[in-house]
T-cell receptor, first 115, second 116 residues
Framework: DAGVIQSPRHEVTEMGQEVTLRCKPISGHNSLFWYRQTMMRGLELLIY????????DSGMPEDRFSAKMPNASFSTLKIQPSEPRDSAVYFC?????????????FGEGSRLTVL | AQKVTQAQTEISVVEKEDVTLDCVYE???????LFWYKQPPSGELVFLIR??????QNEISGRYSWNFQKSTSSFNFTITASQVVDSAVYFCALSGGKTSYDKVIFGPGTSLSVIP
């Protein structure tokens, strides 16, 4: 079975540009999470969805960040406009909510560099 | 509020030594879950174990063992006879609460280096 698939794996962009990160969760998983990892702040939960509905977006840094999950097999995290401090590895993870907090399955991450 | 503390930022051991990674958590929930994840140098995050708050039995899986003590709010992880392949960053994580049991909060991680 395919794991969580994220794209792009690496993105280098200039400040002010729009960045879109994509995630395909594991089929059958109904919870999806976006995390950001930096040396300074570690692994931060940005937002998570249950059954395509955003449940908690309190970790989203500011209005420049937005996330959508139009269907059970796709989610996007958008940053507009991007800033150098957004440079990080962004992980998408999915799980089966009906297993009552099962383990998270992580994608390989998207490494974002904003110049 | 929920919080996970991993006081050891970096640990170095010589191969075949035993090593314990500490994890202390804070939560007001009576039902919660604790996790350990491994992040090797390649960067992916790998699930190791999940524990619920009602199960305080220690667990052993090969060279890995976990000690869960509610009285001290700790969930420590021991690697016996460490190997170079154990070199990674290890994260302890917590989730719980009636409305937020999906929300998994990670500790800052402990970077383990196993020296040949």
């Amino acid at each position: 079975d395919a794991g969580v698939i994220q794209s792009p794996r690496h993105e280098v962009t200039e400040m002010g540009q729009e960045v879109t990160l994509r995630c395909k969760p594991i089929s059958g998983h109904n919870s999806l999470f976006w995390y950001r990892q930096t040396m300074m702040r570690g692994l931060e939960l940005l937002i998570y969805f249950n059954n395509n509905v955003p449940i908690d977006d309190s970790g989203m840094p500011e209005d420049r960040f937005s996330a959508k999950m139009p269907n059970a097999s796709f989610s996007t995290l958008k940053i507009q406009p991007s800033e150098p401090r957004d440079s990080a590895v962004y992980f998408c993870a999915s799980s089966r909510r009906d297993r009552r907090t099962g383990e998270l399955f992580f994608g390989e991450g998207s490494r974002l560099t904003v110049l | 509020a929920q919080k996970v503390t991993q006081a050891q930022t970096e640990i170095s051991v010589v191969e075949k030594e035993d090593v314990t990674l500490d994890c202390v958590y804070e939560t007001r929930d009576t039902t919660y879950y604790l996790f350990w994840y491994k992040q090797p140098p390649s960067g992916e995050l790998v699930f190791l174990i999940r524990r619920n708050s009602f199960d305080e039995q220690n667990e052993i899986s090969g060279r890995y063992s976990w000690n869960f003590q509610k009285s001290t709010s700790s969930f420590n992880f021991t690697i016996t006879a460490s190997q170079v392949v154990d070199s990674a960053v290890y994260f302890c994580a917590l989730s719980g609460g009636k409305t937020s049991y999906d929300k998994v909060i990670f500790g800052p991680g402990t970077s383990l280096s196993v020296i040949p």
